[in-house]
């Protein structure tokens, strides 16, 4: 079967081709999925340059070990190269190993939620059938690719981790994202308000088409003075961040008294500095999500618990994203390319099935 694999670590996509390797079987517990379509996102682009790999190696658990991993018990290492890539997807469950839970999905279309060394760029993928979530008919299989990773992420950082409370006030940054434009339709449906960061006027001009309220454009220099305009000289209670470098930075002054922070993602490849006293006079929180390590430390019933509440939102339409555009599995190499050019606006798809 043809398989999206990475080679070697790269800054580029020199090492990423298309492979033919060998159709894989279910194990108890297990199912065949026959993938159709796939979206490229961000964590994607670190498995191919090694960003998890290298910040793995600076965790404490990590600190003799040749081979990093995800915990501290070393369960989860990361995988060892060549790999197949692809975080999430959806496909038909064609074959099911032993078990009530594999074989319930027999034939039901799913969205699964993948990874290297198991990645779901690939025309089958065994998953564990605990990662196989059937998602609703009426879903087309472009939205039901991105079932997963955007749609839980967001969702658990405003209402789990964070925690955002009705009335207040979230602070954003890349907020054209399809992440950032999900927790904008969030704060519409809960009832909390948000400032919406970007980089540039022609990304301002398209959310504020798109009928978004407060969105500024800012690289942090005057980020504090604009949410003081804003919210009354008060600051936020609730920020989201997946930038880091001097934007975080700014955002973290921009917190109001007792405020919390979250970090996500590192499109600046620049540190973020923190002075103490930051956090220290106004009592702030600063903390880390990563989807993977975040769902290893919930309850199983607490997960099903979210993905039902996930899935009720998104047959609203609440998480509904734009295409960019798709393209068939042997131009993944044109796909990438065009996931990051700049100023794309939407996701881009592999179309598998």
């Known amino acids: 079967m043809k398989s999206v694999q990475v080679c070697q ?9 298309v492979q033919e390797v060998p159709e894989p079987e279910p194990g108890p517990g297990e199912v065949k999925v026959r993938m159709l379509c796939c979206p490229v996102n961000p964590s ?17 658990w990590n ?11 070393g369960l989860m290492a990361y995988p060892e190269l060549p790999y197949a890539l692809g975080g999430e ?19 039901r279309r799913v969205a699964v939620a993948g990874g290297p060394p198991k990645g779901t760029w690939q025309e089958y993928v065994v998953v564990d059938a605990k990662k196989a979530l059937p998602v609703p008919e009426g879903l087309s299989d472009q939205q039901a690719a991105m079932f997963i990773v955007n749609p839980l992420s967001a969702y658990a950082m405003v209402t789990r981790v964070l925690k955002v409370k009705k009335g207040s006030w979230l602070l954003q940054s890349a907020a054209g994202s399809a992440l950032g434009k999900i927790v904008t339709r969030l704060g519409e449906t809960l009832g909390f308000q948000t400032i919406n960061i970007v980089r540039s006027e022609q990304g301002a001009s398209q ?15 005057d980020l504090s003075h604009q949410v003081a305009s804003i919210t009354g000289g008060l600051g936020v209670q609730y920020a989201m961040d997946a930038v880091g470098g001097p934007l975080a930075e700014a955002m973290l002054r921009s917190l109001d008294l007792g405020g919390h922070m979250v970090l996500y993602g590192t499109l600046d490849d620049q540190p973020m500095t923190l002075p103490s006293r930051d956090l220290m006079m106004p009592v702030t929180r600063v903390s880390g999500f990563f989807a993977l390590n975040w769902l290893a430390n919930q309850h199983p019933l607490q997960i099903l618990y979210l993905l039902r509440q996930i899935s009720r939102l998104q047959v609203s339409g609440l998480f509904n994203t734009p295409i960019a555009q798709s393209f068939p599995l042997n131009e993944v190499l044109t796909a990438l390319e065009t996931a990051t050019a700049k100023g794309r606006q939407g996701k881009v798809l592999l179309n598998i099935g």
Not at 9 to 17: G, Q
């Open 9 to 17: 670590l790269s800054n580029s996509f020199e090492h990423v081709s």
């Open 44 to 60: 994607d682009l670190n498995y191919i340059r090694g960003d998890y790999r290298d910040a793995l190696g600076r965790m404490v």
């Open 63 to 73: 600190l003799n070990r040749e081979v990093p991993t995800f915990d501290p018990e």
């Open 89 to 107: 997807g959806v496909g038909v469950v064609e074959k099911c190993g032993s078990g009530w839970l594999a074989k319930r999905l027999q034939g």
């Open 207 to 221: 959310l504020r088409q798109l009928g978004t309220e407060h969105v500024v454009v800012s690289d942090g220099s």
